[in-house]
């Protein structure tokens, strides 16, 4: 039972849209305080000072324009009171865990509530590539259609004639994959780190990385940005995919080498693009989205109140359940074998 002199402080960076009465519970067993630091140098000091014994950090993707990356700079100013950092997303990026991980300090992410959202808007990414729906749209919205039938939009493909290639196999992946099906593609190929256990697999063929980029017409990423995948999509790899290949990407632009797409898509050696991420945010090149074979979306994988308001309770039961147990409840895979 916690008292007035032991309960442990959380410090709340950016804000909250949804989720008050989940944070409203936690305050019945925690001391929540709203981060005021406006910049990273303010903040070092604050956590020398007003947060030098805060316990949990929670933190939001757009906080990072507040405190900067949660880098080993950042790590060295951490009070040793801390024993988690949850941040609400599923893509961690803006953290690089190692420096937390030598300060025995737990990361969260979210994972559950991401998933669904995310594999929805790669679905509608997919087929808008498949189909031409975007052209379709866009010359509608000119005043374009004429005589011609479906105003001249160039005819599509259906999916029975199609293999698509999920590069990534964790739950997002999964739930584009569950998400297809129903589609009835000619087939769905994967690659994942390792092979999953048949139950997780549930029927898609399992392939090595270059049988992924050569069998596959259609690629989607859903793969972590990190040290390895920063521009691991990138000319070499794509010489490697089909021609007229459409490359789908729900995860973080710069997976890919953004610079190199609008040759290879004016060329036609990627037949469309579909993005819900780009690798400057919110800079994206006009050069890329003005291209008629590109449909591309402002990162909106979680943009619902319903998905917005889960991740924000799931961020919650990571402090709470850390309270209480000793442990986040999603910890992030590099920390699988931290010892707490
Ligand atoms: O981009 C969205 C997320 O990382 O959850």
């Known amino acids: 039972m916690t008292t007035a002199s032991n309960r442990p402080k959380v410090l709340r960076i950016g804000s909250v849209e949804f989720a008050q009465e989940k944070w409203a519970k936690l305050s019945e067993i925690a001391d929540v305080i709203e981060c005021t630091s406006r910049t990273r140098e303010e903040f070092f000091q604050d956590l020398a000072g007003k947060y030098n014994d805060i316990r949990h950090i929670t933190r939001t993707f757009a906080s990072v324009e507040q405190t900067g990356r949660f880098d080993e700079e950042l790590a060295s100013h951490i009070p040793a009171s801390v024993v988690s950092v949850s941040h609400n997303g599923a893509g961690y990026d803006q953290i690089d865990v190692d420096p937390f991980t030598a300060r025995g300090i737990q990361v969260s992410n979210v994972t559950e509530p991401v998933e669904g959202p995310t ?56 739930a584009i994959r569950d998400r297809l099906k129903p589609f009835g593609f000619k087939k769905i190929i994967y690659h994942n780190r390792s092979q999953l256990k048949p139950e997780l697999e549930a029927g898609v063929e399992y392939v090595s990385y270059d049988d992924l980029l050569s069998q596959s017409d259609i690629i989607c990423l859903s793969i972590p940005l990190n040290a390895k995948t920063r521009h691991s999509i990138n000319k070499e790899v794509i010489s490697k995919m089909k021609d007229g290949v459409i490359l789908v990407n729900t995860a973080r632009g710069a997976i890919i080498d953004e610079k190199i797409l609008p040759e290879l898509i004016k060329s036609g ?19 890329l989205y003005e291209l008629p074979n590109v449909v591309s979306l402002p990162h909106m994988g979680t943009h619902t109140t319903d998905a917005i308001r889960n991740m924000e309770e799931w961020v919650v039961s990571n402090v709470e359940t850390c309270i209480q147990t000793g442990k986040v409840k999603t910890i992030v895979p590099e920390q699988y074998n931290l010892k707490v």
């Open 119 to 174: 594999a929805d808007t790669a679905v509608f990414l997919v087929l808008s590539c498949l189909r031409n729906y975007q052209e379709g749209h866009d010359i509608l919205a000119r005043g374009g259609w004429d005589e011609k039938k479906c105003g001249g939009a160039k005819l599509g493909r259906s999916p029975e004639s199609k293999v698509v290639g999920i590069l990534g196999m964790g739950g997002i992946g999964r």
């Open 269 to 287: 050696k990627i037949g469309s693009f579909g993005s819900d991420v780009f690798e400057n945010e919110p800079h994206v090149s006009p050069e």
